[in-house]
């Protein structure tokens, strides 16, 4: 709509000033075509550089995520640097289990920041500010142009305890190493078994009427907390030899 006013006005400022004859009425309608084409022209400087006829509109959205990882033992959030300074980063996850991850939106507006929570569930909280038109009307005269321009966002992304936090090259190293972990040596082999041993000792003598069916839980606690710590220290050793 803004557009056309100015084409009009100019066409009929053009036609008033060069194809009628000097007259009171061809003064009044050279001032009125050139007021409205000035007019015009202001307003589209006002809305590109101040935001005339919109306003600040804040909305928020919370999104449960899942890990990137396809290993449920190894639930990641992957964070990706923008740039070589380092000071801006995507992060990647799944909105949905059965697809392809996605991530966080890489613009200067867009901020990241990451809490570690308690429980299972991770999600992301997007708080995002925008300007928009204040009514049909402006929405109409600058043609919905810049309706909707991000002006700020922050994404808080709340992940468990459980989660770690890897570039995608750390995670690519993290599950070359892991496979290792699957088939382990002899020697490692015989230090499990030991540890195992121990601590099934230490549970017999706490209960020395301990059942088997208590025995094979002890066993797999205990496994289960060796290949804790081992993975524990193996993503300790990822991130300290990729940074």
């Known amino acids: 709509m803004i557009v056309a006013m100015i084409i009009v006005s100019t066409i009929c400022l053009y036609l008033a000033f060069?194809?009628?004859?000097?007259?009171?009425?061809?003064?009044?309608?050279?001032?009125?075509f050139g007021f409205a084409l000035l007019g015009s022209l202001y307003l589209v400087?006002?809305?590109?550089?101040?935001?005339?006829?919109?306003?600040?509109?804040?909305?928020?959205?919370?999104?449960?995520?899942y890990s990137a990882s396809p290993s449920k033992q190894m639930p990641l959030l992957l964070r990706q640097d923008v740039g070589t300074a380092g000071k801006r980063n995507v992060y990647i996850y799944k909105l949905d289990l059965k697809k392809k991850a996605t991530h966080t939106k890489a613009d200067y507006d867009v901020f990241n920041k990451v809490q570690k929570v308690s429980g299972n569930t991770a999600s992301l909280t997007a708080k995002k500010t925008v300007w928009r038109y204040k009514n049909n009307f402006y929405k109409t005269l600058f043609m919905n142009q810049n309706n909707n321009k991000l002006i700020k966002q922050v994404n808080t992304i709340k992940v468990p305890t459980t989660w770690t936090e890897l570039t995608p090259t750390q995670a690519k190293v993290?599950?070359?190493k892991a496979k290792a972990l699957q088939n382990p040596s002899a020697k490692q082999k015989a230090q499990m078994a030991a540890v195992i041993q121990k601590a099934v000792v230490a549970a017999k003598m706490k209960n020395?009427?301990?059942?088997?069916?208590?025995?094979?839980?002890?066993i797999a606690q205990a496994t289960a907390k060796l290949q804790a710590t081992a993975l524990k220290q193996l993503i300790a050793?990822?991130?300290s030899s990729t940074k």
Do not use: C, Y
């Not at 400087?45 to 995520?65: L, R």
């Not at 020395?208 to 002890?218: D, H």
């Open 45 to 65: 400087n006002a809305n590109d550089h101040n935001h005339f006829g919109m306003e600040k509109v804040t909305t928020t959205e919370t999104s449960t995520i």
């Open 237 to 239: 050793d990822v991130k």
């Open 208 to 218: 020395p009427q301990m059942t088997a069916a208590q025995q094979k839980q002890v």
């Open 174 to 176: 993290l599950a070359k």
């Open 18 to 32: 060069i194809m009628m004859k000097k007259s009171v009425l061809r003064s009044i309608l050279v001032a009125i």
